[in-house]
């Protein structure tokens, strides 16, 4: 496809379930991004990549989270023992290059839901 | 401390009448400015940037944003509003870790 995909669109889960969220970036993009998105918030930056690298991962809010890109292209957001306060828009965002002027395309985002 | 800051969090404006979304900003290096639409579902859509090279910014839709340094300002404004244009609008400081205002929700009455 053309832009940036993410799955599952919706998840519910039950407190303490762990969760794993794909992205698929635009192809050929070099960085790729995360967010959380809380209601009625911005979204709020939580790692990125440069190719397969982790160049910032300080946004992540516990050691819960942890993000991946293997092979510099799909990536994957894994929350463990999810708890109530994860529940949030979660957007994956792909740029060309890492740079603080370049656009970013984001995907539609993974609901996350926490009972 | 880098921030952004967008007064209101819903406007509302008449079908044909002029659309101001306000955005302040506060960066200790000369800034790269976005704003972004956001619709139900969706993900967010540049609408436009400020990359320095111009200080009034045209993008798609009719939308338009101008930087102000002396104020920290980078306002979108719209002469005409549709009803189209309803959505959620962030405005953003550009950077490896993004900073994006709490949003605008704008409402367009018929």
Known sequence: GAGVSQSPRYKVAKRGQDVALRCDPISGHVSLFWYQQALGQGPEFLTYFQNEAQLDKSGLPSDRFFAERPEGSVSTLKIQRTQQEDSAVYLCASSLFTSSYNEQFFGPGTRLTVL | ?110
């Open chain 2, 1 to 110: 401390a880098q921030s952004v800051t967008q007064l209101g969090s819903h406007v509302s404006v008449s079908e044909g009448a002029l659309v101001l979304l306000r955005c302040n900003y506060s960066s200790s290096v000369p800034p790269y400015l976005f704003w972004y639409v956001q619709y139900p579902n969706q993900g967010l859509q540049l609408l436009l940037k400020y990359t320095s090279a111009a200080t009034l910014v045209k993008g798609i839709n009719g939308f338009e944003a101008e930087f102000k340094k002396s104020e920290t300002s980078f306002h979108l404004t719209k002469p005409s509003a549709h009803m189209s244009d309803a959505a959620e609008y962030f405005c953003a400081l550009g950077g490896f870790k993004t900073i994006f205002g709490a949003g605008t929700r704008l409402f367009v009455k018929a």
